[in-house]
């Protein structure tokens, strides 16, 4: 994750951190892969959840103290 700003890496450790504790499968997804792969600096993180990500992302919005945003609550898609 060489193009990555300290703080983008900071907030995928504490999000592993928060996750894996609670047992929850999570991946990282989406466009920030792509960027990575093409050393493009990137700000936005896609992960997929093997859990409730309604309920997940409402926790990782009370851990960040940021704000839980449900996009697709049949599919089960979220913002924080």
Known sequence: MSTTDPGLREL??????????????????G???RDM????????VDI?????????????AELLSGKH???DEQNGIARV
């Open 12 to 29: 995928i450790e504490i999000l592993n951190d928060h996750l894996s504790g609670k047992g929850i499968e999570s991946w990282i997804i």
């Open 31 to 33: 466009g920030f892969v």
């Open 37 to 44: 792969l093409l050393e493009r600096p990137t700000a936005d």
């Open 48 to 60: 997929a959840v093997k859990a409730d990500a309604q309920e997940i992302a409402a926790g990782v």
């Open 69 to 71: 945003i449900p996009l």
